[in-house]
């Protein structure tokens, strides 16, 4: 015990736990203020680009900022990403993300891939865009050596909008914006049609917290497109309680050394076996989430499951593996057709 208290005494006079103390009291009045970016773009909003009087035909039109895909017309098919809680901004993916929706492009050539949803801005917004801690968000992310430890700052924000987007309160605003976002972008990619000849098929693929976000934008997606709406989830974590009750399946892809995918587990209540009467639940008993061991990954790096590493003595990298798994879904097939 003495040894102990002289540490703490030590890290008193050092001023290190007085720095750890600041963070943690800066990090609650972060949270505290964190809601206030949603209810400022909830109030600059009409009722029309709100969703609740929405059209498509009229609010739809091409972006410049995503690039045109050069594909037949026969697209029926968009797979949506929405990235984790480590990144910066919509247009900084990584080669193993970037790897894996260029492949998941050329095997399918009916889908198209949006890459340009970050799903932690609500605007849609880089952290380096126009924010007044902009140039807090850019030093972390650039930081090297020690200071590579900074870019934990990126991932702290970013869960508040994780958390932000599992709130009863200010949830279905935040959902509804990104829900927004995602037909605008689905929209500049590839043109949607305003009166489709046949059904659509949207995936979700997130990862971390992405799926929290995606979950909470389909009951959105849903009431406006005419879409069938699958959620691949690799590593994914979320509450169990929006989206399950109108998308088609939601996958859960698993890696053996992922112990971060456990937690959501044990947070939300939601997810817990003997809530039965919770959306999560129900969606198990009736058979549309699946959860599929993907092997090895971890949740993140190299070794994770957008890792361009690979695997052991194999030539097989973790990037590849998990593609391999998603490629094995049956959401690519005719037998999910209405």
Known sequence: ??????????????????????????????????????????????????????????????????????????????????????????????????????????????????RDVFPYSIANESLGGRRLLAPLWSAAEKADGWFSNTDILIKIRNLWRFAISADERYGHIYNLGIADVIVNRMNAVHPLSKRPKQGL??????????????????????????????????????????????????????????????????VFASRWPITVGSPFNQARRQGRYTVVKTGPHAHSGSQGYFGTTTIGQSQTTYVELTLKKVNQLPIWSNQNQK
């Not at 594909?71 to 797979?79: F, G, P, T, V, W």
């Open 201 to 266: 098929k949207l995936i979700l693929v997130g990862t971390s917290g992405g799926v929290q976000v995606a979950l909470g934008a389909a009951p959105y997606l849903d009431r406006w497109l005419n879409a069938q709406l699958f959620v691949v989830s690799i590593g994914g974590d979320f509450d169990g309680e929006e989206g399950f009750e109108v998308v088609e399946h939601v996958y859960q892809l698993v890696g053996r050394r992922d112990w971060i995918e456990d937690l959501s587990q044990i």
């Open 1 to 114: 015990m003495r040894r102990i208290g002289g540490q703490i005494l030590l890290l008193l006079q050092s001023g290190t736990l007085k720095l750890l103390v600041f963070a943690g009291i800066i990090l609650l009045a972060w949270g505290t203020v964190a809601p206030v970016g949603t209810l400022v773009w909830w109030l600059s909003q009409s009722s029309e680009s709100l969703g609740i009087k929405k059209n498509l035909a009229k609010n739809l039109s091409r972006d410049s900022r995503s690039p045109k895909v050069d594909k037949s017309e026969n697209i029926d098919c968009y797979i949506v990403f929405l990235p984790g809680v480590g990144d910066f901004s919509a247009n900084q993916l990584t080669p193993g993300e970037e790897f894996f929706l260029h492949k998941l492009e050329q095997i399918h050539r009916n889908c198209v891939a949006v």
